[in-house]
């Protein structure tokens, strides 16, 4: 089955600095690549997702880029601001009904 | 999108008890989950809760300690049974919505 890998565990930043939330994943089929952001005391809301069809998607300061040869794929944040922190998630799978595996998640802290 | 509900938001109970915890979509959908998500940790399928018919389990999940009841596309329930300390945790319900998985605000438990 698919493995997914999330770097790092825990990451702090100053306000305005930019994160880097790196993964990696094993099944060459996967192909649908979402990012979840938690919150304290909420469920994980999806904030932006790449298909494997193209490289790189942004969304204002969000850009997630996906290397598929490789097998990884990131998630950028510029400009963090408090409001940021949070865990965040990244997950694979082959689409359709194929259920994602997720990674163990990345605390981010953005200081003010 | 989907907009999901969980009852009750957090409980704390006693060991040896059972929990009932519900989940509402606010429209028809197929595909129904339920994770477990410990403290700290990333989220772990439970099982997939299949409307008519008995729900699929993951490894190390078993029907008698975890009876998913799906009546139909709007609704499902999994109980936690004869509990432990090593059942506190945060449940959490998730649905396909389209293409995207969408969650509920979980549901967070302390066994004492």
């Known amino acids: 089955g698919e493995n997914v890998e999330q770097h790092p565990s825990t990451l702090s930043v100053q306000e305005g600095d930019s994160a880097v939330i790196k993964c990696t994943y094993s099944d060459s089929a996967s192909n649908y690549f979402p990012w979840y952001k938690q919150e304290l005391g909420k469920g994980p809301q999806l904030i932006i997702d790449i298909r494997s069809n193209v490289g790189e998607k942004k969304d204002q300061r969000i850009a997630v880029t996906l290397n598929k040869t490789a097998k990884h794929f990131s998630l950028h944040i510029t400009e963090t601001q408090p409001e940021d922190s949070a865990v965040y998630f990244c997950a694979a799978s082959r689409g359709g009904s194929y259920i994602p595996t997720f990674g163990r998640g990345t605390s981010l802290i953005v200081h003010p | 999108s989907a907009v999901i509900s969980q009852k009750p938001s957090r409980d704390i109970c006693q060991r040896g008890t059972s929990l009932t915890i519900q989940c509402q979509v606010d429209?028809?959908?197929?595909?129904m989950f339920w994770y477990r998500q410990q403290p700290g940790q990333s989220l772990t399928l439970i099982a997939t809760a299949n409307q008519g018919s008995e729900a699929t389990y993951e490894s190390g999940f078993v029907i008698d300690k975890f009876p998913i009841s799906r009546p139909n596309l709007t609704f499902s329930t999994l109980t936690v049974s004869n509990m432990s300390p090593e059942d506190s945790s945060i449940y959490l319900c998730?649905?396909?919505?389209?293409?995207?998985?969408?969650f509920g605000p979980g549901t967070r438990l302390l066994v004492l």
């Open positions: 998730s649905v396909w919505g389209g293409e995207t998985q969408y």
């Open positions: 429209s028809q959908v197929t595909m």
